[in-house]
């Protein structure tokens, strides 16, 4: 993601990967599992909203169809993770 970033100077799409990674991290501080839970959602919307970012880089052709296939996938295999992680946290 860092190289869209950095390459086109669109800041949106690493802001999101950023965040998604940030609200993980801080709801594994919390020592809560409802704050866990909690701050994992905002980490899969922060997920989703670098999905919409890339999309739009593909339809401004910020970036290819082959890349944008690359990190869609990449996204998607990271949400089923995070999903599966926000099952385990609430049993």
Sequence with gaps: MGQICHKYNWEPVGQGYRFYRTNLS???GRHHYKEIQ???YY???SLYETQTWLTKANNRKLIDN???KKLLAEIKDIDVKLNNY???VKK
């Design 43 to 45: 980490s899969r919307g």
């Design 38 to 40: 909690h701050f994992s």
């Design 86 to 88: 926000i099952k385990a």
């Design 26 to 28: 801080e709801g594994l």
């Design 66 to 68: 082959e890349m944008l």
